[in-house]
C-alpha cells in the first residue's frame, strides 16, 4: 500500500528538520506533487515557512511562496500529525560537543517523539550526517521497543544528505542520492521514494552502516587532502615557492591528481566536523584513526598560521600587530553564500584579539555574526576607509568584491584564497 501511494503521489511526506538540509528537501518534494509537513521545534522557522517567507539561500524565494500558497508545504511544531504520514525524513542538526563527541540528542529527540505517533506502513528516513551505526542504535531500537519490526511493520533507511550551499550546479534535486535499508524491503520502498522526488541516480547500498560510513569517507577525504594541501602551503613558505603555482602545474597532469587547496581554515557544518564522527566511533573499535587526526590538527591551525603571516608582514613594514588595525574580508565559511556555521574567521578573530590587535570585518552576505568561540557580536562595516587599515587580509573570496579596487585602495594584503593572482601589485601577499 505504501509503495502504491507513493507512485500516486498521495504519500503525506513530513520533514523534521527545517535548516540548511531539511527546507531545500521539503521544497523538493513539495515540487514533485506530494504534500510536505515540516517539523521544527523553531518557531522562526514554522513562522516563516506558514508565511512562504524563504531563509536559506539554496531555495527559491517565488518557488517555496507559491508551494506554501498551493497548500503542497506547511510547518509546525507539533508531533501528532505523523499519524498521518507516510514518509518521515529527519534532517536534524548533528553537532560535535564540547570534546569533539557527536551529539545525538537531536536525533534521539526526534525519534523519540514521532515514535508516539508513528503508525505502520511508514517509511522513515535519517539523513543527518552521524556516525555509523546510528540509525540501528537509535531509530530501530526504538521503533522495537515500541512494537514495530523493520522492514515489516516499518521501513528505515539512511540516506546521506549531499548539500552544498552556494552550488549553482548541483542542488538537492539532482545530486546523486545513496541509500542504505535496513532490509531488502526497506530499499526497495526508499529507492522508489528517492526516484520519485529527485532527477538524479538513487545508489543502494546494503545497510545503513554502508550509506553511514559513504557520507563520513565523502568529506573525511576532503579533509584530509585540504590538510596536505595546507602543510605544503607551510613548506613553500620556508622554502620561498609559490603554493599556488605548484598546484596550477599539478593540475595539467590527466589523471591521479585531483586538486585541493590551502585556506585560512576549514569551514561549514561537514568537513571539519564528520571525520570527529569516525574517530570516536573508533575507539570502540581500540582503533586509532592517526591520519584522519593529524589533518584535523593541521587544519586548525591554519588560522593561527594566517595571523603569524599578517605579523611577518606588517614586520616588514614598521607596525607592531598590537598596534594595527586590519579589516578581514569575508566572514562566511566559503563564497558567495551567508552560512557561517564552523567559519575560519572565528578562529582568526580569536587569534587577533590573543595579539590585541584593533580590526573590523566586511562581508556583502554576513552583515553581523556571533562568534561561537567567544561569544562576542561583530558588524560588517563599509568598504568607504580601506585605506585606513595598515592590512587587508582576505578571508573569503565573494564574487562581489571588486578586487582591483580593494588593492589599489588598500596598504597592504593578504590573499589568503589566491584570487588576486592575476593581479600584479606589490602591495599583495598570498597565502
Not at 569533539?100 to 506502513?121: E, F, G, R, V
Not at 521501513?155 to 535496513?182: C, M, W
Not at 538513487?202 to 602543510?231: D, G
Not at 561583530?378 to 587587508?392: A, E, Q
Request: proline share 4%; hydrophobic share 40%.
Amino acid at each position: 500500500m505504501l509503495l502504491e501511494k507513493i507512485n500516486k503521489k498521495e504519500a503525506k511526506v513530513a520533514v523534521i528538520g527545517l535548516g540548511y538540509v531539511g527546507l531545500p528537501m521539503a521544497v523538493t518534494v513539495a515540487r514533485k506533487g506530494y504534500q510536505v509537513t515540516g517539523i521544527d521545534v523553531s518557531k522562526f522557522c514554522v513562522e516563516n515557512v506558514n508565511k512562504g517567507k524563504n531563509y536559506i539561500g539554496d531555495v527559491d524565494d517565488n518557488e517555496m511562496k507559491k508551494l506554501v500558497e498551493n497548500g503542497m508545504l506547511k510547518a509546525t511544531h507539533d508531533y501528532s500529525v505523523i499519524k498521518d504520514i507516510d514518509v518521515i525524513m529527519i534532517a536534524v542538526p548533528t553537532p560535535l560537543d564540547k570534546y569533539h563527541q557527536p551529539d545525538s540528542s537531536y536525533i534521539k529527540a526526534s525519534t523519540d517523539s514521532l515514535a508516539q505517533h508513528l503508525k505502520k506502513d511508514t517509511l522513515v528516513v535519517l539523513e543527518s550526517t552521524t556516525y555509523p551505526g546510528t540509525t540501528e542504535e537509535i531509530i530501530v531500537k526504538k521503533f522495537k521497543e515500541m512494537g514495530f519490526e523493520a522492514g515489516k511493520d516499518v521501513f528505515i533507511a539512511f540516506s546521506p544528505e549531499r548539500v552544498d550551499p552556494g552550488n549553482l550546479q548541483y542542488k538537492t534535486h539532482n545530486t546523486p542520492k545513496v541509500v542504505g535499508g535496513v532490509t531488502e524491503k526497506c530499499n526497495q520502498i526508499s529507492k522508489k521514494f528517492y526516484e520519485m522526488i529527485l532527477d538524479a541516480e538513487v545508489y543502494l547500498v546494503s545497510s545503513p552502516a554502508v550509506a553511514e560510513m559513504e557520507k563520513i569517507y565523502e568529506n573525511t577525504f576532503r579533509n584530509i587532502n585540504i590538510a596536505l594541501a595546507n602543510e605544503m602551503t607551510i613548506l613553500c613558505e620556508k622554502m620561498k615557492i609559490d603554493i599556488w603555482e605548484v598546484i596550477e602545474a599539478a593540475k595539467t597532469k590527466p589523471y591521479g591528481f585531483m586538486a585541493f587547496y590551502p585556506g585560512p581554515g576549514v569551514g561549514g557544518h561537514c568537513i571539519p566536523i564528520d571525520p570527529f564522527y569516525l574517530t570516536w566511533k573508533a575507539r570502540e573499535y581500540n582503533y586509532h584513526t592517526r591520519l584522519i587526526e593529524l589533518a584535523g590538527e593541521i587544519n586548525m591551525a591554519m588560522p593561527e598560521f594566517v595571523v603569524n603571516k599578517a605579523v611577518r608582514m606588517l614586520n616588514q613594514k614598521g607596525i607592531a600587530i598590537s598596534k594595527a588595525k586590519i579589516l578581514l574580508l569575508g566572514a562566511a565559511y566559503k563564497k558567495d553564500i551567508e552560512d557561517m556555521r564552523e567559519s575560519p574567521i572565528e578562529n582568526v578573530i580569536v587569534e587577533l584579539e590573543k595579539s590585541m590587535t584593533t580590526f573590523d570585518y566586511n562581508d556583502p552576505h554576513v552583515p553581523c555574526f556571533k562568534n561561537e568561540l567567544n561569544g562576542k557580536t561583530y558588524k560588517s562595516v563599509s568598504l568607504d576607509k580601506i585605506s585606513d587599515y595598515d592590512l587587508v587580509i582576505i578571508i573569503t573570496d565573494h564574487s562581489k568584491y571588486d578586487y582591483k579596487d580593494i588593492i589599489n585602495k588598500a596598504q597592504l594584503v593578504l590573499d589568503t584564497r589566491a584570487v588576486t593572482k592575476g593581479i600584479k601589485s606589490e602591495k599583495v601577499v598570498k597565502l
